[in-house]
Protein backbone atom coordinates (compact mmCIF):
# COMPACT_ATOMS: atom_id res chain seq x y z
CA UNK A 1 0.00 0.00 0.00
CA UNK A 2 1.44 3.64 -1.04
CA UNK A 3 0.31 6.47 1.57
CA UNK A 4 0.63 9.82 -0.08
CA UNK A 5 1.06 12.41 2.52
CA UNK A 6 1.12 16.47 2.01
CA UNK A 7 4.94 17.74 1.96
CA UNK A 8 5.47 20.17 4.60
CA UNK A 9 5.36 23.37 3.26
CA UNK A 10 6.46 26.28 6.04
CA UNK A 11 8.04 29.32 4.94
CA UNK A 12 10.59 31.68 7.10
CA UNK A 13 10.55 32.48 10.02
CA UNK A 14 8.11 29.60 11.14
CA UNK A 15 10.48 26.74 9.90
CA UNK A 16 13.56 28.33 11.75
CA UNK A 17 11.50 28.22 14.82
CA UNK A 18 10.17 24.90 14.04
CA UNK A 19 13.95 23.60 13.28
CA UNK A 20 15.30 24.76 16.71
CA UNK A 21 12.35 23.52 18.83
CA UNK A 22 13.12 20.40 17.27
CA UNK A 23 16.73 20.43 17.29
CA UNK A 24 16.73 21.54 21.16
CA UNK A 25 13.94 19.21 22.30
CA UNK A 26 15.90 16.29 20.82
CA UNK A 27 19.28 17.96 22.37
CA UNK A 28 21.31 17.51 19.46
CA UNK A 29 23.56 20.35 18.24
CA UNK A 30 23.23 21.89 14.92
CA UNK A 31 26.75 19.78 13.32
CA UNK A 32 24.30 17.07 14.77
CA UNK A 33 21.41 17.93 13.01
CA UNK A 34 22.92 18.78 10.12
CA UNK A 35 24.66 14.91 9.71
CA UNK A 36 21.41 12.94 9.94
CA UNK A 37 19.44 15.32 7.40
CA UNK A 38 22.77 15.13 5.18
CA UNK A 39 23.40 18.70 4.61
CA UNK A 40 25.88 21.37 6.14
CA UNK A 41 26.22 22.78 9.84
CA UNK A 42 26.47 25.84 8.22
CA UNK A 43 22.60 25.10 6.01
CA UNK A 44 21.06 24.42 9.65
CA UNK A 45 22.26 27.40 10.96
CA UNK A 46 21.02 29.40 7.85
CA UNK A 47 17.60 27.57 7.93
CA UNK A 48 17.22 28.53 11.90
CA UNK A 49 18.68 31.92 11.57
CA UNK A 50 15.67 32.29 8.97
CA UNK A 51 18.16 33.54 6.22
CA UNK A 52 17.44 30.13 3.95
CA UNK A 53 14.47 28.56 3.90
CA UNK A 54 15.08 24.25 3.82
CA UNK A 55 14.94 22.44 0.55
CA UNK A 56 11.55 20.23 0.16
CA UNK A 57 13.62 17.50 0.53
CA UNK A 58 15.03 18.41 4.07
CA UNK A 59 11.30 19.49 4.79
CA UNK A 60 10.60 16.20 4.17
CA UNK A 61 13.22 14.47 6.49
CA UNK A 62 12.59 17.10 9.01
CA UNK A 63 8.87 15.84 9.10
CA UNK A 64 9.88 12.29 9.39
CA UNK A 65 11.98 13.01 12.42
CA UNK A 66 8.65 14.82 13.75
CA UNK A 67 7.08 12.20 13.27
CA UNK A 68 9.29 9.67 14.55
CA UNK A 69 9.08 12.13 17.74
CA UNK A 70 5.36 10.81 18.41
CA UNK A 71 3.11 13.66 20.01
CA UNK A 72 5.43 15.98 21.13
CA UNK A 73 6.46 16.16 17.23
CA UNK A 74 2.89 16.09 16.24
CA UNK A 75 2.52 19.41 18.92
CA UNK A 76 5.70 20.71 17.40
CA UNK A 77 4.08 20.58 13.67
CA UNK A 78 0.98 21.72 14.51
CA UNK A 79 2.44 25.18 16.46
CA UNK A 80 4.48 26.21 12.79
CA UNK A 81 1.91 24.78 10.04
CA UNK A 82 -0.37 27.01 8.33
Do not use: F
Not at 26 to 40: I, K, M, Y
Not at 46 to 67: D, F
Request: charged share 15%; proline share 6%.
Amino acid sequence: MIIITKPLTIKQPQAGKLIREMRTHLGLTQEQLALSLGVTCSSTNRWENTMVTPSPLAMQKIAAILLQMGDRGREILAQYSP
